[in-house]
């Protein structure tokens, strides 16, 4: 399995992005599909994630409300639109995924991870 993470830009406070994480490979596998971030000198944190089926998501606190994510199975694509983006969004966003369909928050449960893509967030 291959993710490949773009939509990552420099943005100003109150703008918005959507990233995109397009899946290949043995893509029937990936579960659950979700998104972490990390920003310098940070360790690497749950932003989002949800399962393949059923519609179940999840959000860390500091996300809610402002992001969303989804998810096109027939294109093996996963999407983070991030509204009202604050300087504190700044940071790496990587996707992962992961076989089992339990939607989880710990970035050791995920079998396989995108490159990252950066998202800057300054006036």
């Known amino acids: 399995v291959q993710l490949q993470a773009s939509g990552g830009g420099l943005v100003q406070p109150g703008e918005s992005l959507r990233l995109s994480c397009a899946a290949s490979?043995?893509?029937?596998?990936?579960?659950?599909m979700g998104w972490f971030r990390q920003a310098p000198g940070r360790e690497r944190e749950f932003v989002s994630a949800?399962?393949?089926?059923?519609?179940?998501?999840r959000y860390a606190d500091s996300v809610k409300d402002r992001f969303t994510i989804s998810r096109d199975n027939a294109k093996n694509t996963v999407y983070l639109q991030m509204n009202m983006l604050k300087p504190e969004d700044t940071a790496v966003y990587y996707c992962?995924?992961?076989?089992?369909?339990?939607?989880?928050?710990?970035?050791?449960?995920?079998?396989?991870w995108g490159q990252g893509t950066q998202v800057t967030v300054s006036s």
């Open positions: 992962a995924a992961r076989n089992s369909p339990v939607v989880v928050l710990v970035s050791a449960s995920y079998d396989y």
């Open positions: 949800m399962r393949r089926t059923g519609g179940i998501t």
């Open positions: 490979g043995r893509t029937f596998s990936m579960s659950t």
